[in-house]
């Protein structure tokens, strides 16, 4: 599959079908892999295809001008078809370049599971819905599931439905809905004020970073409201209330566009558990309104959408 | 709260001018009383209506927000309505996710000619509001981080 990427890509550089190649290289740290971005199609042998490529790269789609082949897995494609459904790119200056995905492990799950810090670790390999880590010359094998990001053991859609060139077959994910949805469950067993003082307590940690806002392909505005004056919305001061009050209407402009890619609260460098928030709202609309973010590139986005009867029983 | 006097929610308005608030002046008009508790603002459509207004309204301790625009099939520019009512619905519920009371946040549908219905709606969301109390939610101080109850 890699070495079926890497030609692609440099095919499409030289042809001149592409002017951008967007996808992941191995990263500095051990098992990490760091977004590639090219014009050069020598850097094409760097590209790699591997559990562990975890951005979502249509995040970049904008940030380059011209026409881009883009490595996506498949919440990464839902993305930029999303992207498309907002006019933000548009069909033909992409190349979609799919990786049927089996799941991104992530690498503080694993290191809990064996005790040790990655750096000790000598090889992690995907073998069916196990995950092999081989560590001190032994290796141990651990149940997929127990491995994989959260989001991931949720995803519906593990391969890009929307792509021009598929790079391998289909691929089924091994899914575990309690255990993605375990977090949000016991926060919907807590009383109403409980939740409140959670997520008081968990956004007093925020340091306003905006690192869930800019990593998020969803959120383009060219000027979020948290940086408007007048009027303004919210303090710029990383207050509590106001952290709160960022992060809940970040999660309403985001609502029908994130795909649940898990990437916000990945970044989030006071760890505080996103996708708690971002899930619940990939439910939320799914449930009112039967609407699943990047799914069609001809559909009307979620909130433009309408139908002449609907959440009634919430209006008097 | 001043000693003696009994605690009243105080409740924000966003009315259509197409219709709600022409409600509301209908109301008036025909000398038919609602609850001073609701304070109105002016919107050109509900579609006007972004739930950060709702949410800001809400930091600045109003007790309650009510958003109001003319029925389905009668927005003055097609689908406004429509498009209010698909954000406070998720607003309305993820609030709710939160830990915020639903009661806070509500939304109707109120012509021109719904002088009487506006007062109902106002009475009726004025009642839920006593019932659960005024808004401490932003309020509350945490220790240490010198944060002032608005
Ligand atoms: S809100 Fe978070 S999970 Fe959703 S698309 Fe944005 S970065 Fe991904
Ligand atoms: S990434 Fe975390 S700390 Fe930074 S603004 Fe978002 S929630 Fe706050
Ligand atoms: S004009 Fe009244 S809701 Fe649009």
């Known amino acids: ?316 | 709260m001043r000693q003696g006097t009994e605690w009243e929610p105080k409740l924000v308005g966003f009315l259509c001018k197409w219709c709600s608030y022409a409600g509301a002046d209908l109301a008036g008009t025909s000398r038919k009383k609602y609850p001073a508790n609701i304070r109105i603002i002016k919107v050109p459509c509900s579609g006007r209506v972004d739930p950060l207004f709702i949410l800001k309204a809400l930091r600045l301790g109003f007790d309650g927000v009510l958003v109001s625009g003319c029925h389905p099939g009668e927005c003055h520019y097609q689908t406004g309505n429509y498009r209010a009512r698909r954000r406070v619905a998720i607003t309305k519920k993820f609030l709710e996710y939160v830990g915020i009371e639903p009661q806070r946040v509500q939304a109707s549908w109120v012509s021109a000619s719904e002088g009487g219905k506006f007062t109902e709606v106002v009475a009726e969301v004025t009642k839920g509001l006593k019932e659960i109390g005024p808004n401490q939610l932003f309020s509350q101080e945490r220790q240490g981080d010198g944060t002032k109850a608005t």
């Open chain 1, 1 to 316: 599959m890699e070495q079926r990427l890497r030609n692609e890509a440099k095919a499409l550089l030289e042809q001149g079908k592409v002017d951008w190649i967007i996808g992941f290289e191995s990263g500095s740290l051990k098992f990490a892999t760091t977004p590639l971005i090219t014009k050069d199609k020598n850097d094409a042998d760097r590209l790699v295809i591997n559990p562990f490529m975890v951005n979502n790269l249509a995040n970049f789609l904008t940030e380059v001008k011209g026409r881009v082949g883009i490595v996506a897995k498949g919440c990464d494609s839902r993305s930029i078809v999303s992207l498309m459904q907002d006019n933000k790119v548009a069909r033909e200056d992409v190349v979609i370049l799919g990786v049927p995905c089996r799941g991104i492990i992530d690498l503080s799950k694993v290191e809990r599971l064996v005790g040790k810090e990655r750096d000790e670790l000598d090889d992690i390999t995907r073998e069916g819905d196990k995950v092999a880590i081989k560590v001190d010359g032994e290796k141990k094998e651990f149940l997929a599931t127990e491995a994989l990001f959260d989001n991931c053991l949720a995803c519906e859609f593990p391969t890009p439905q929307e792509y021009d060139i598929l790079l391998g077959e289909p691929s089924t994910s091994v899914v575990n809905k309690p255990a993605a949805q375990e977090k949000i469950e016991k926060l919907k067993e807590m009383t109403p004020e409980q939740r409140w003082e959670f997520w008081k307590n968990e956004f007093s940690r925020c340091i306003r970073c905006y690192a869930c806002r800019n990593v998020c392909p969803a959120c383009f505005c060219q000027r979020c409201f948290v940086e408007e004056t007048e009027p303004q919305w919210v303090l710029p001061v990383p207050r509590w209330q106001d952290n709160l009050i960022f992060q809940i209407v970040r999660n309403i402009h985001v609502a029908g566009r994130c795909t649940d890619c898990g990437e916000c609260e990945r970044v989030c460098p006071v760890n505080i558990p996103l996708r708690s928030l971002t899930k619940e709202m990939y439910d939320l609309v799914d449930e009112l309104f039967h609407y699943k973010a990047g799914m069609d590139k001809e559909a009307a986005p979620l909130l433009i959408a309408y139908e002449y009867a609907e959440a009634e029983d919430l209006f008097r």
